[in-house]
């Protein structure tokens, strides 16, 4: 069993950076795959990067690719999203999801394997 919050949301102006942390709890980190995903109200929810366990790779979506950087620290047991130069296109309410099987590529694109949910935290990004 795996509990997940976030932190780190909030307000910040168009061009701005962010870093958002997901604090995670329970069975080691290490054994998970993690992501970040972000919802705008009224869309579906979108998987913005992932990170496999350790020798794998990544996945962005292509609207964040080079300006977001997923990362992890396992013995912190916490995972973080970095966001640069943001726009307003980047609001919403991102959250942190681990998954113990499958590839960083499906748990971006298709949610797949996902174990746990954290409750997320919201950015807004507007001048």
């Known amino acids: 069993q795996m509990h997940l919050v976030e932190s780190g949301g909030g307000l910040v102006q168009p061009g701005g950076s962010l870093r958002l942390s997901c604090v995670t709890s329970?069975?080691?980190?290490?054994?998970?795959?993690v992501g970040w995903f972000r919802q705008v109200p009224g869309k579906e929810r979108e998987g913005v990067a992932c990170?496999?366990?350790?020798?794998?790779?990544?996945h962005y979506t292509d609207s964040v690719r080079g300006r977001f950087t997923i990362s992890r620290d396992n013995t912190l047991r916490t995972a973080y999203l970095e966001m640069s130069n943001l726009a307003a296109e980047d609001s919403g309410t991102y959250y942190c999801a681990v998954a113990l099987f499958g590839s960083s590529e499906d748990m971006c694109l298709h949610e797949g394997g996902i174990n746990f949910w954290g409750p997320g935290t919201a950015v807004t990004v507007s001048s």
């Open positions: 329970g069975t080691s980190l290490d054994f998970y795959a």
């Open positions: 990170l496999d366990r350790e020798g794998g790779g990544t």
